[in-house]
C-alpha cells in the first residue's frame, strides 16, 4: 500500500468519527435545568399567605346565656266569695240571717203590700224608691219614716205597718229583697226612681218616666 492510499484510509475513518460523536451529542440532549427569570421569582416569593379566620362564638348562644332566669310569679290566693251574685234571685236567696233591724222590718213591710205579687225587679224598685227618697233631702231622712208618711202609702193604717203573717213565703221574700236593697247587693232597675204607680194612673207632677217593671211604672 502506497503512502497515498494510507492517507485517504486515515482521512475516511477521522471523516466517520466524526460523523459519530455529532450524532450522539443530538440524540442525548444536556438536561441541565435552565433557570427561572429573576423577576417570577420575586413575584412567587411575595404573595402573602392566605389567613384562615379564627371561629366566632355564635352570638345567639351568648344572649342566651346572658338571659337571667326568670321565675313566674306566683299565683294569688284563693278567696272566699266576696259577695258578688250571678242573678237578683241568687242574692235574695243568699239572705238567711235570722236577724232583722227596724229598718228592714219597715221597708220589708213596704215591699210586701206594694209588691208582694210582682218579679223580684219590680219589688227591688219599690224598695229602691224608699231608699232613694231617704237620700234626697226631699223626704224623711230615714226608711220608716219614709215608708209611714202620712199621705204616701195606702197600705198605711194611723201611721203605723199593719201586721203580717211572717210565716208566709211572701214575706220572707220581700225581706231578703230588702236586705238585698239596703246592702246595695243589686244594681236597682229603675235607678234614682222617687216615685211609682200604677199604669193607669198619671203623675200629679212633672216627672220623668224611668222604667215599667211588672205592674209598676217608676219615675224620678
Not at 3 to 27: K, P, Y
Not at 73 to 81: F, I, M, N, S, Y
Not at 130 to 145: E, H, L, T, Y
Amino acid at each position: 500500500m502506497t503512502i497515498m492510499q494510507r492517507a485517504a484510509i486515515i482521512a475516511a475513518m477521522t471523516l466517520s468519527l466524526a460523523g459519530l460523536a455529532g450524532a450522539a451529542s443530538a440524540e442525548t440532549p444536556d438536561r441541565t435545568a435552565i433557570p427561572a427569570p429573576a423577576s417570577a421569582v420575586q413575584v412567587i416569593n411575595t404573595v402573602a399567605p392566605i389567613a384562615v379566620p379564627a371561629p366566632r362564638a355564635a352570638p345567639a348562644l351568648q344572649m342566651v346565656q346572658s338571659l337571667p332566669v326568670s321565675r313566674p310569679a306566683a299565683l294569688p290566693a284563693v278567696t272566699e266569695d266576696d259577695g258578688d251574685y250571678d242573678s237578683l234571685a241568687e242574692a235574695v236567696a243568699a239572705q238567711q240571717s235570722a236577724e232583722i233591724d227596724e229598718a228592714q222590718r219597715c221597708l220589708a213591710g213596704a215591699i210586701y203590700f206594694e209588691s208582694k205579687g210582682e218579679p223580684l225587679a219590680g219589688q227591688l224598685a219599690v224598695a229602691n224608691v224608699i231608699i232613694n227618697r231617704s237620700k234626697s233631702g226631699r223626704f224623711p231622712a230615714d226608711v220608716c219614716s219614709v215608708v209611714k208618711q202620712r199621705g204616701q202609702f195606702s197600705f198605711v193604717r194611723g201611721g203605723e205597718i199593719p201586721s203580717i203573717d211572717e210565716g208566709r213565703t211572701a214575706w220572707r221574700t220581700a225581706l231578703a229583697v230588702a236586705k238585698v236593697a239596703m246592702a246595695a247587693a243589686w244594681e236597682s232597675p229603675a235607678p234614682k226612681a222617687l216615685f211609682f204607680n200604677t199604669p193607669d194612673r198619671r203623675p200629679g207632677r212633672n216627672l220623668t218616666r224611668i222604667a215599667m217593671i211588672g205592674h209598676h211604672v217608676f219615675y224620678r
